[in-house]
C-alpha cells in the first residue's frame, strides 16, 4: 500500500510529508525531487520508479503530490486516492496553492491521518469529513453526535449525516455531458432518476406503452456506457437500469454518460489554410450551426492557432468579434449568440517572420467553446422522484428543475 | 503577523515554514513548556513545520511528548504525528507515551479511542508493542465500528513490527471473524489486513476462502465505500472458485461495478472478471455477454484524469493481448489527442498497432501519417515504427505503408528518416522481392543516418541487396572507414554485408573483406565481433560455396507481431491488473523486495466440459511469439531484429536440432547478448559435428592470422549443404551427409502444468526408435493423493498417430513422485488436418479426473526410415562413396558422388540409374586417370553385394 504522502513547491521543496511505512525513508523525499521534479526532461510518465520505490504523481498547478510505495500497490487506487485528496483539499480550503497548503499544514495532517491509514484509503467523503475534522477540537460534542459521526464515517451511506432540515425541498439536474444534482432535501430521501435510455424505453415499450414512438424520431437513445456516484445502487441498475439513491447533500456529480450514436454535432468548423509564400498565410474558417432554427447557441469562441513566428494578423468576420492574441498564439473569434441553421465565417492574413528555425509548428488544432440549451447526445431527464417515508413531505412539495447545456469539452478540428 | 495572529491560526500557519534562526531548538524548548495552552500548540505547530521540511528536531523530544496530556484534539494529533516520527530514533522516551495511549483506549469519544490505536500501531518500537495488544485486543471488540476498522488496520501495522507477537496473541483469528462484521467498513478493512498478512505468508492458509465467506465479500461489496470496494475485489481476485458455476455466479454479482465512477474500483472489477472468465467454457451464452459488457467500461476509463488513463492504457494493453475481442471494434477511441499528455499518446499507439487489422486499416494509417508529422520526437518515432508495423501485420497494407514511409523520408527530417529506414528493413524481411524498387531513395539518405539502428538497419540493406545496387562497394567502404568509432551493431551489420558482397561480387571486393575482417578478429576487443570474424574467414578459406549457403541462405520471415509479452507472463499480469505491475508490465518480484509479492499468481484453467478438447485447442501456446524471426534469426538478421523480452524455453525440437554454427562456443561467452545462431538450410544430425571440426582444422586456411583462433568456434560447423549441379572445380567440400545415426531428440517439457490438471504434471517429448514413433512421458505427481488408473486418447489429427499400447503405468503414482513411460504410438489413427499441422490434443485420464492438452511434435517424428530415394548411395556410402547431389532427368535418376583418396585425390562420379532397372551407367571425373578403372570396380562391387 502507499509508504508515504509528499507534497512539494515547484521548486521541490518539501511542504508536506506523511510517511506511513518503514521501507519509505527521508531519501525518497529527495529522490523524487532530483528524479523527478529537478529532472531536465518532461515528465515521460506519471509513474516513476527509482531505486525500487516508486513514485505516483499528480500536477496541481504547481504543486507535485507524491505518493510513495515499495509494494505492488494498486495503481489506479493510487491516483484516484491523489485526487480524492486535491478534491478534499479544495473542498477544506479552495484552490491549491502553496500559500494555502502552508496556511493549512495542519488540517493536512490531520486529515492525511484520517483518511489514510497504513497506506489504505479510508472514508474520504467530504461531508462526513468536515463533521469531525474541523481544527476547533471535537470535546464539546455529546455521545449521540459523537456515535452519529462514527456511524456516518463507516456506515453504508458514508456520504449522508442524518438529520439535515430544509425549509424547501429542492432538487434539480443540470445536463451536460454529466448529470449533475444539486438536491437539498430533508432527513434521508430515496430519490429516483430517469432518463430516456433506449433499453429502459425499449423495455417499457414491450409491456404495452407504445403510444408515444410514433412522435419525433428520437425517444431514446443508445447510451454506451455510464458511471456513477458512489450514492447510486450499482446492483439495480445492472438487474433493473433503474437509478436510485440516497444523494449527498449539495452538489454532486450523480452519472457520467458516454454515447457514440447520433449525436447531433451543434457545430461544423470547416477550416482552409493557404500558404502564400513562405512569409503569408491565408486562414478561411466557416462555422456552421445545426440545430433548430428557434435555438440559441451562446458564448461562442472559436480558437485558430496561428505560427510562433507571426508578425501580424488581419481579421475580417461576418459576426462578432475577432482578435489576435500574440501572447497565446492564436486568432480568438467570438460570437455572442447565433442561431440554428446558420452559417459564419472569419477570414485572416497571416504575416509571417522569415526564420531558418527548423522546428516546424505543431500546427494545433482549431478548437471551439460553446453552449447549447439541448444535450447534443439526445439525453432527456424524464422523471426525478422524492421518496421520504419518515418526513411529512411528498414528491409534490419539492420543487425540481432541470437544466440542459450542451458544453464543447473538447471540440477540436485539424487544419 | 502580529495582526493575523488574532484571527486565529488558520491564516498564519504559513509562518512556521519561515522561522530559520540560530537557538531555534532551545527557543522551541521554552515554549513547549510554557504554561499557556496556545503558546504550547504554537511551538508544537514549528516543531511539525521543521520536522517536514527535514530538519532534525528530535533532541525536543520529551518536551513535546510532555504536551500529550491534553485535551485539546488537535494539540493531541500534532504531537501524535510528532512521536510517529522520531519514536523510532528515542525509543527509551517513547515508553513515556504509553500511559496516555492505554489511557486514551478507554476513552469515552469513539474517535479518541481509534485515534490512540491508530497512532499506536505506527510507533514501531518493540517495547511498545507489548503494551499494545491489550487496548488492540479490546478495540477489536469495540462497540463502535470506527473503533474496530481502525484496529483491523492496526493488526496489520503490529504484524508488520512483530509477526510472531500477533499470532501468539491470536489476532489472526480475530481479524478472521471481523470478516463476518455487520458494518462493511470493518469487513473492508479486515480483508485489507487480512490480504496484507497473507502475503508476507504465501503457503498459509490465513485468508482461508470458501464459498461462504466469498458470499459475505459480496454482500459488503455492495455497501462499502469506494475504497473498501477495491480492496475485497483484489482479494476476490486471488480466490480459484471450485467450477465454473460458482465462478459465473461470482462474475454476475461483481459486473455491477462496471459502472463506478472510480477507475480503481472498475479496474478490480475487470481483473476479477477476466481472471474467473478462464473458467467459463466457451460456448456458454454468458461468456458472450460478459465479453461484451467488458468493452464500455474499459473505453469510459480513457475519458478520466491523463494520469488514470494511463494506468488504463497500460491495462488495456495486456487485456487487448489476452483477449483481443473484447475492442476489436474500438480503434477510434484510441486516436491520439492534441493534448493529451506524450505517455498517453505513446500508450495509444501501442494499441492502436495492436487493433490494427484489415477492417480499420485505412483509417488507422491516415492518423499514423498525422502523427508523423507532429513536434514530439519519440512520438514521431513511435508512429514511423508503427507504420511499419501495419505493413508488416496487414498484408493488404503494406503496399500503402512503404509509400508513405517514402514520403516520410522525402521530408528529410533526420529521425523521421532513421526510423522509416529501420522499419523498411523489417519490411523488406517480411516481404522479400517486392519492394526492393526504393532502394535507391534509401540510398540518397546514407549520409544523414546517425543512430546505431539505422545505420545497421541500412548496411543490412545495401549488403543483402548489394547485387542490385552498383556502388554497394563503395558504399560499405564508406562505413568502413571509421569501423572502430561505431557500435558494435553496426561492426557486426557490416562485417556481415561486406561478407555478403564479396559472395556476391567476389572479384571486386577481396580486398574489401580482407580489411573488414583482420579489422574484425585482430583490431577488436569485443568477442562477438571476433568470433564472428573468424567464422567467416574461416569458411570463406574453406569452403566459399558452403559459406554462400550459409551466409546467403534463405532468411525466414518475420513474424507479425511483435513486442508481445511471453503468455505465462501475461497470464500472471492479468492476475494483476491494476496494480504496479500492470503498469510496469513486469512481475512483482521484479521490482518489489522481499517476499512480498514474490508468489507468482496464475489464472485458473477452464473447468471440464463435453467440448474441452476444443478450448484445448485455443490455449495451445500462441505460435506467435517464438517465431523463426525472432528466436533462430540468424547471423545476418538477428542484430537488426527488435530485441525480444524474454526467450521462450519451449522450441520446437527440430530447430534445436538444426546446426548451430556457433555451438557452445560464443553461447558460452557471458557478454552475448543474444543468441546468434545459424539455421541450417538442411535439417541434419548432430553427429557429423565433431567429424567436421577436425575437418575445417586441418584445412589450409587463407590468411597467417587465424592462428590464434579460440578452440571453442569449430564445434558446431555442420555439414555444410551439399550444392547441386554446377560443381566445377570446387573440390574441397567440406562434408558429406552425415551417417543415419539416432533422432534427435528434444528435452521434455513441460505439457501440462500441475496447476491445470488437479497436481498431475506431464512433461514429454517425442522420439522415433527403431522405426516406431514414440511418446516419451514424465508423470509427476504434485497433489497430496495418490494416482491411478492412467489412461491415455488422442484427439484426431493430420497424421492419423495414435496411441499403439496403453499407458502403462502399473504401480500407483504417489505423492512428489515422478514415473517416465514411453508409449509406442502408431499412425493409423483418424485424420484431421490441424493447426499447426504438427498439434497434438491429448486427454489423460486418471481416477481423478480426464486433463486435456495440446502439444507439438516434430515433423521429422514421420520421417521413415526408406526415405531414401533408393538404396545405391546408400550403400555407397558405406564405402566411403559419398552422394553429393541427385535429379532426374527423363526418368532416369542421376547421383553425383565424390570420393577422396588418401593421397588427397578427389574422384567426381556422375551415376545414372534407369528405375526399376538395376543396371546402371557410371562416368568418372578425376585429375589421376589412372585411378578410374579401380574406381569403377569398387562401385561394381559394392552395388552388386
Known sequence: MIGGLFIYNHKGEVLISRVYRDDIGRNAVDAFRVNVIHARQQVRSPVTNIARTSFFHVKRSNIWLAAVTKQNVNAAMVFEFLYKMCDVMTAYFGKISEENIKNNFVLIYELLDEILDFGYPQNSETGALKTFITQQGIKSQSKEEQSQITSQVTGQIGWRREGIKYRRQVLSAHVSGRVVMKSYLSGMPECKFGMNDKIVIDKQGKGGTTDDTGKSGKQSIAIDDCTFHQCVRLSKFDSERSISFIPPDGEYELMRYRTTKDIILPFRVIPLVREVGRTKLEVKVVIKSNFKPSLLAQKIEVRIPTPLNTSGVQVICMKGKAKYKASENAIVWKIKRMAGMKESQISAEIELLPTNDKKKWARPPISMNFEVPFAPSGLKVRYLKVFEPKLNYSDHDVIKWVRYIGRSGIYETRC | ?945
Open chain 2, 1 to 945: 503577523m502580529r495582526e493575523n495572529r488574532g484571527l486565529g491560526s488558520k491564516m498564519t500557519d504559513s509562518k512556521y515554514f519561515t522561522t530559520t534562526k540560530k537557538g531555534e531548538i532551545f527557543e522551541l524548548k521554552a515554549e513547549l513548556n510554557s504554561d499557556k495552552k496556545e503558546k504550547k500548540k504554537e511551538a508544537v505547530k514549528k516543531v511539525i513545520a521543521s520536522m517536514t521540511v527535514g530538519k532534525d528536531v528530535s533532541a525536543l523530544f520529551p518536551d513535546v511528548v510532555n504536551c500529550m496530556q491534553t485535551d485539546n484534539l488537535e494539540l493531541k494529533k500534532l504531537v501524535y504525528l510528532y512521536l510517529m516520527n522520531y519514536a523510532k530514533s528515542q525509543p527509551d522516551m517513547a515508553i513515556m507515551a504509553v500511559n496516555t495511549f492505554v489511557k486514551d483506549c478507554e476513552d469515552p469519544n469513539p474517535l479518541i479511542r481509534a485515534l490512540a490505536v491508530r497512532t499506536m500501531g505506527c510507533i514501531r518500537v518493540d517495547k511498545i508493542t507489548e503494551y499494545l495488544c491489550e487496548p488492540l485486543r479490546k478495540c477489536l471488540k469495540d462497540e463502535d465500528p470506527y473503533v474496530r476498522k481502525t484496529a483491523a488496520v492496526c493488526v496489520a501495522k503490529l504484524h508488520d513490527i512483530n509477526a510472531q507477537l500477533v499470532e501468539d496473541q491470536g489476532f489472526l483469528d480475530t481479524l478472521k471473524d471481523l470478516i463476518s462484521d455487520s458494518n462493511p467498513m470493518v469487513v473492508a478493512n479486515a480483508v485489507a489486513a487480512l490480504s496484507e498478512i497473507a502475503e508476507s505468508h504465501p503457503n498459509s492458509n490465513l485468508l482461508d476462502l470458501n464459498p461462504q465467506t466469498i458470499n459475505k465479500l459480496l454482500t459488503a461489496l455492495n455497501e462499502c465505500t469506494e475504497w473498501g470496494q477495491i480492496f475485497i475485489l483484489d482479494c476476490l481476485a486471488n480466490y480459484t472458485p471450485r467450477d465454473d458455476r460458482e465462478s459465473q455466479s461470482i462474475c454476475e454479482r461483481v459486473t455491477p461495478r462496471l459502472s463506478h465512477a472510480n477507475s480503481a474500483v472498475v479496474l478490480s472489477a475487470v481483473k476479477v472478471l477476466m481472471k474467473f472468465m478462464e473458467m467459463l467454457p466457451k460456448d456458454l451464452d454468458y461468456y458472450g455477454t460478459l465479453l461484451k459488457k467488458l468493452a464500455p467500461p474499459l473505453v469510459t476509463l480513457l475519458s478520466a484524469e491523463p494520469e488514470l488513463q494511463y494506468v488504463a492504457l497500460r491495462n488495456i494493453n495486456l487485456i487487448v493481448q489476452k483477449r483481443p475481442e473484447i475492442l476489436k471494434h474500438e480503434m477510434k477511441v484510441f486516436f491520439v489527442k492534441y493534448n493529451d499528455p506524450i505517455y498517453v499518446k505513446l500508450e495509444k499507439l501501442d494499441i492502436m498497432i495492436r487493433l490494427a487489422s484489415q477492417a480499420n486499416i485505412a483509417q488507422v494509417l491516415a492518423e499514423l501519417k498525422e502523427y508523423a508529422t507532429e513536434v514530439d520526437v519519440d512520438f514521431v518515432r513511435k508512429a514511423v515504427r508503427a507504420i511499419g508495423r501495419c505493413a508488416i501485420k496487414v498484408e493488404q497494407s503494406a503496399e500503402r505503408c512503404v509509400s508513405t514511409l517514402l514520403d516520410l523520408i522525402q521530408t528529410k527530417v533526420n529521425y523521421v528518416v532513421q526510423e522509416a529506414i529501420v522499419v523498411i528493413k523489417d519490411i523488406f524481411r517480411k516481404y522479400p522481392n517486392k519492394y526492393e524498387s526504393v532502394i535507391a531513395t534509401l540510398c540518397e539518405n546514407l549520409d544523414s543516418l546517425d543512430e546505431p539502428e539505422a545505420r545497421a538497419a541500412m548496411i543490412w540493406i545495401v549488403g543483402e541487396y548489394a547485387e542490385r545496387i552498383d556502388n554497394a562497394d563503395e558504399l560499405l567502404e564508406s562505413f568502413l572507414e571509421g569501423f572502430h568509432d561505431e557500435s558494435t551493431q553496426v561492426q557486426l551489420q557490416l562485417l556481415t554485408a561486406i561478407v555478403k558482397l564479396f559472395l556476391k561480387k567476389p572479384t571486386e571486393t577481396q580486398e574489401l573483406v580482407q580489411q573488414v575482417l583482420s579489422l574484425a578478429t585482430q583490431d577488436s576487443d569485443n568477442p562477438d565481433l571476433r568470433d564472428r570474424g573468424y567464422i567467416y574467414w574461416r569458411l570463406l578459406s574453406t569452403d566459399p560455396v558452403a559459406a554462400k549457403e550459409v551466409v546467403l541462405a534463405e532468411k525466414p520471415l518475420i513474424s507479425e507481431e511483435t513486442d508481445l509479452i511471453e503468455p505465462t507472463l501475461l497470464d500472471e499480469l492479468i492476475c494483476h491488473i491494476g496494480t504496479l505491475a500492470s503498469v510496469y508490465h513486469k512481475p512483482p518480484s521484479a521490482f518489489v523486495e522481499g517476499s512480498r509479492g514474490v508468489q507468482h499468481k496464475r489464472l485458473p484453467a477452464r473447468a471440464g466440459s463435453s467440448d474441452v478438447v476444443q478450448s484445448g485447442v485455443s490455449e495451445a501456446p500462441p505460435a506467435v511469439i517464438p517465431s523463426q524471426g525472432d528466436l533462430l534469426g540468424d547471423l545476418l538478421n538477428l542484430d537488426v531484429a527488435p530485441p525480444t523480452a524474454s526467450v521462450p524455453s519451449v522450441q520446437p525440437s527440430m530447430q534445436l536440432g538444426a546446426m548451430d554454427l556457433l555451438g557452445g562456443g560464443l553461447d558460452s561467452l557471458p557478454s552475448v547478448s543474444h543468441r546468434t545462431e545459424v539455421q541450417s538450410p538442411q535439417p541434419s544430425s548432430d553427429n557429423s559435428e565433431s567429424e567436421l571440426g577436425g575437418d575445417i582444422s586441418g584445412s589450409p586456411s587463407m590468411g597467417g592470422g587465424l592462428g590464434g583462433a579460440p578452440a571453442s568456434i569449430p564445434a558446431g560447423l555442420g555439414s555444410a549443404p551439399a550444392v547441386g549441379g554446377g560443381l566445377g572445380d570446387l573440390f574441397d567440400l567440406g562434408g558429406g551427409v552425415g551417417l543415419p545415426t539416432g533422432f534427435y531428440v528434444a528435452p521434455k517439457t513441460v505439457w501440462l502444468p500441475a496447476m491445470k490438471a488437479k497436481g498431475l504434471e506431464i512433461s514429454g517429448t517425442f522420439a522415433r526408435r527403431g522405426g516406431t514413433i514414440q511418446m516419451d512421458l514424465s508423470l509427476t505427481n504434485k497433489a497430496m493423493t495418490v494416482m491411478t488408473d492412467f489412461a491415455i486418447q488422442f484427439n484426431r489429427n493430420s497424421f492419423g498417430m495414435a496411441p499403439a499400447g496403453p499407458l502403462q503405468v502399473l504401480t500407483p503414482l504417489t505423492p512428489n513422485q515422478t514415473i517416465d513411460v514411453s508409449v509406442p504410438l502408431g499412425t493409423t489413427g483418424p485424420v484431421m488436418k490441424m493447426e499447426p499441422l504438427n498439434n497434438l490434443q491429448v486427454a489423460v485420464k486418471n481416477n481423478i479426473d480426464v486433463f486435456y492438452f495440446s502439444c507439438q511434435y516434430p515433423l521429422s517424428l514421420l520421417f521413415v526410415e526408406d526415405g531414401k530415394m533408393d538404396a545405391a548411395s546408400n550403400k555407397l556410402q558405406g564405402s566411403n562413396i559419398f552422394t553429393i547431389a541427385k535429379r532426374t532427368v527423363d526418368g532416369q535418376d542421376m547421383l553425383y558422388q565424390s570420393i577422396k583418396l588418401t593421397n588427397g585425390i578427389w574422384v567426381l562420379a556422375e551415376m545414372r540409374m534407369q528405375t526399376g532397372s538395376p543396371n546402371y551407367a557410371l562416368s568418372i571425373k578425376c585429375r589421376a586417370p589412372e585411378v578410374s578403372q579401380f574406381v569403377y570396380q569398387c562401385f561394381e562391387l559394392v552395388l552388386k553385394n
